[in-house]
Nanobody, 117 residues
């Protein structure tokens, strides 16, 4: 069973930067599509960034130019580098894995990012 463990959340001032990490267990990380989602207070969960097994990326319009998703297959880890953070980026951020072959999805437990002065 694949398990995802997220880390790196915390309190940051507007305009600051933060990097989130998601470490995956299991044998199929390199053959999985990885993504970051977030859920702000009072709102539904939304897709933030995606990286395919081949390394192609895509982003929500609200974070384009500010966030970067990347993966290190040797470490079974996916990252979300967040820059120029805004108060509206405040949310619980979740890591998601979807195996390419089967479509099996696994979610991490989430890590809280708070952007405030």
């Amino acid at each position: 069973q694949v398990q995802l463990v997220e880390s790196g959340g915390g309190l940051v001032q507007p305009g600051g930067s933060l990097r989130l990490s998601c470490a995956a267990s299991g044998s199929f990380f390199s053959n999985s599509r990885m993504a970051w989602h977030r859920q702000a207070p009072g709102k539904e969960r939304e897709l933030v960034a995606v990286i395919t097994s081949g390394g192609a990326t895509n982003y929500a319009d609200s974070v384009k130019g500010r966030f970067t998703i990347s993966r290190d297959n040797a470490k079974n880890t996916v990252y979300l580098q967040m820059s120029s953070l805004k108060p509206e980026d405040t949310a619980v951020y979740y890591c998601n894995s979807r195996r390419v072959l089967t479509g099996l999805e696994v979610w991490g437990q989430g890590t809280l990012v708070t952007v405030s002065s």
